[in-house]
């Protein structure tokens, strides 16, 4: 049986099951799958995932969320993104209060979470060591992205980019495609907002948010209304300002 076959021709979830089966990068390699034999104690009985972490959500969505890169002892051990750990307890309680999510829990790849118009891919599809994948790590994982977004960005509206490197990243996928970006090219900040022309099409929509990982939302640099407000915007764009009033 083809690979298109097994995933119905659906391009997009042909794209995922791709993605799970890299070995580019041996640092990496080696890093996410130590991990997932030494555990951590508070999840020495689990069977940890232990390799790249595909995208989550459906195929066709409205907004998508570029990471940076899953967590070790996050989505390197349940295989979702953002699934596991602090920075996942945050984002998944703002994309429920938007609407783009059924739950606000996420602990597992079937704890029944849903998103709905929304997926969230990252940069980097492996746990590196320290949270800090290498730019040649993060070069070796572009052509990922760059497919994705090849497949997605036709009906996109609205990209979310948590964090200066996903922004940066982001914008450099875009120009691969042809898409117009300005120079120079905006500054990230939270709350950042560029919108794309798009030949043919309405504009792509980029927003700029402070990444929930615990240095910012410890620190109070990220607070829970700042970001909700990152995700009404999100949900302005793509449903219309009446959407607030929900």
Not at 51 to 68: H, K, M, Y
């Amino acid at each position: 049986m083809t690979a298109s076959a097994r995933h119905g021709d659906d391009p997009v979830a042909e794209f995922d099951g791709a993605v799970i089966d890299c070995r580019r990068c041996p640092r990496l390699v080696e890093w996410r799958e130590r991990v997932a034999r030494e555990k951590r104690a508070a999840f020495r009985d689990e069977a940890y995932w232990g390799r790249p972490v595909p995208s989550f959500g459906p195929t066709d969505p409205r907004v998508l969320v570029v990471g940076l890169a899953p967590a070790a002892h996050g989505a390197n051990r349940t295989g979702r993104m953002f699934t596991g750990d602090r920075s996942g307890d945050w984002l998944f309680r703002a994309l429920h209060r938007a609407g783009f999510a059924s739950q606000p829990e996420a602990s597992s790849r079937d704890d029944g979470l849903v998103l709905t118009g929304l997926r969230i891919t990252a940069a980097v599809h492996c746990a590196p060591p320290d949270n800090r994948p290498t730019p040649s790590e993060r070069s070796a994982c572009s052509a990922w992205l760059e497919r994705e977004f090849e497949l997605l960005v036709p009906g996109l509206k609205v990209l979310v980019c948590l964090g200066g490197l996903a922004w940066n990243q982001t914008f450099r996928t875009l120009a691969g495609l042809g898409i117009p970006v300005p120079r120079p090219r905006p500054k990230f900040g939270h709350g950042a907002e560029v919108g794309l022309d798009r030949a043919g099409g309405p504009p792509l929509n980029l927003l700029g948010s402070y990444h929930p990982s615990q240095q910012n939302t410890f620190t109070g640099r990220l607070t829970e209304e700042m970001f909700d407000r990152v995700w009404s915007r999100a949900r302005d764009l793509v449903d219309g300002p009446a959407s607030t009033s929900r």
